[in-house]
DNA sequence: CGGGAATGTCAATACAAATGTAAATGCAAT
DNA sequence: ATTGCATTTACATTTGTATTGACATTCCCG
């Protein structure tokens, strides 16, 4: 994605898709700046500013007409595959993207996780086998602070290292439960446990399948 | 690699890297001090060094581009992803890409997953579920007509539907032996039997996990 | 067609916020 | 002691956003 925009060059494109709708096209730069309580330089300044970063397209130098790109064609054909980070530790310090310890990165196929700033932990731990998650497994993650009843998710024991478990809330507790006979469900204060993720996929190489041949 | 840098001056580097391949640039100094937990000038402190040790380089005094030169980079020409098939049916006629049938494709990590002609299969029944391998799961597969003991392997028995299995072979016959208790271990004559492949590595989507939840 | 009104462009300028640089310093490990 | 890595603080530069005014182009109506 090309860089992102300011939060004065958002509004200002909302402004602009809000306007192209209503009346079939781009308001003049003076029109654009009453509107907006600015000058017509300043418009001027701004529509430069969304072209540059592949958001809006005139056509010559006196053109009066605007085209704006849709994001989607923007990325000229969908990429088909995305670059998600894997990250090693996660650290109590939120919010989730500080303090990431970085190991790597990894490519997954961009039709079939959806969702932004997905990340993958890599499992360590066979409490999770009961649901084909192994140990050595990549699980892509989908970041959430919260969690539904049943799912499996990432969390943060008391600012320890991160597990993958299925989450319960209780009256007064939380209920991590492993997925595993010989673990058994533990319980927890609403305080000792900070929900990072839900788990969404998981990736497994040839490492560890060739670890279960052994 | 003239690993001349100190761990910690690899991580960050590593960092840098990520955040460019990610964002298209380089984080300012403050963001990647937020993202390290660290201080911005230890920052400006560690990209000198960077510098210094010819890793990167700088344009002007206050640029703030960055560009990352050392070639160590892993995927430097090559491509980081790759695309492969999704075989639905394998029909018993050989060679194996011949005659497939085409459910789409998938992109895999192709530093994870190496080697020729790979192709996926959509892993049906839960025969597996006790070596983490599930209903709906995407199994990798390396093409390969023999097979060794232990190995988990994609098979056609009597030219029907290609099951996934872990293979055994003995003195007159093949055993094919699912992991889960459910089923139970089945022998087949030497000419049932068609090795297809050899499963390398598991891709669980948003779908089969939802299902999990239940 | 011609001319005025509306519109787009450019240059100089201002200011705040974000960002990069530098200096002084502390601490731990070699 | 030196080096690596961190801090804090002060300062310099760049960038985003705004201004104003002069000028060029285009549109439209008489």
Redesign the pocket.
Known sequence: MP?D?????ED?LRYLREEIRRAGR????????RD??????????????LEEKGYAR?Q?????TVHLLNPARRTAGLQRWREIPVVGRITAGLPMYAQQQWEGSVVLDAELYRGENLFALRVRGDSMTGAGILDGDLAVCQPRQYACNGEIVVALIGGEEATVKRFFLGGDHIELRPENPAYRPVRYGFDEILVQGRVIGIQRGPDVMRRLEG
Chains 1, 2 share one sequence.
């Open positions: 860089p925009l300011t939060p004065r060059q200002f781009a308001p003049s730069l003076r029109r654009a700046a907006l309580g600015i000058s017509h330089a300043a418009v001027a300044q701004l529509l430069r500013a005139r010559g130098r006196y053109s009066r």
